[in-house]
């Protein structure tokens, strides 16, 4: 007899999110089907911006488009609630990526945001050793290199010594010895002032990861395929 499971995506995203939700954030989602204003334009990427070329979408009629990243649902979030706020928001993004063993069209995000006064680049470090520490375990350890995205400022990536070789380096790794695993920053004010939050008197930190990429560390997968073949 055969006896069904979870899937491991469901798996590693209810275990993500249970960390966050311990840490006090709650959990939303939005729609799949997006327009211009929420997936680019109220989160700092103007018509022309060449960060738009990296993130090209499904579009459908008029200004609507398959999300490509789970960032709507904060602005959604922000536009309701007053700060503080703290979330997380889980959910299925599309991009125009040919399918190989990193990449699909369609794949799974969680990003989180924590607006109020005076957050710092600190409490984000602070939040994502404990995520790392919890979901990983406590002798793995995380590094902060600068990056950009158009909706935070400063923005960084993170990244963690290699969980296979223990940061010695192998080919995991590419033999560096650390492992990238999302991307964060602190929110950029134009963010702010785009859903009625003064920067001068709060500010906020973001943070977005692919499920499939921890996912895959998880459990050893070399290829993002084997999470949706039969």
Known sequence: VYRGRLHPITRVTKEILEIFQHLGFQSFTGPEIETEYYNFQALNFPPDHPARDIQDSFHLEGEYLLRTQTSPVQIRVMERYPP???????GRCFRRDTPDATHLPMFHQIEGLAVDENIRFTDLKGVLEEFVHAFFGEDVKMRFTPSYFPFTEPSAEVSI??????????????????????????????????????PEKYTGFAFGMGIERITMLKFGINDIRLLYEN
């Open 161 to 198: 010594s290699c969980i296979i070789c223990a940061g010695k380096g192998c080919r995991t790794c590419s033999f560096t010895g650390w492992l990238e695993i999302l991307g964060a920053g602190m929110v950029h004010p134009n963010v702010l002032k785009v859903v009625g939050c003064d």
């Open 84 to 90: 503080p706020v703290r979330m997380i928001s889980p």
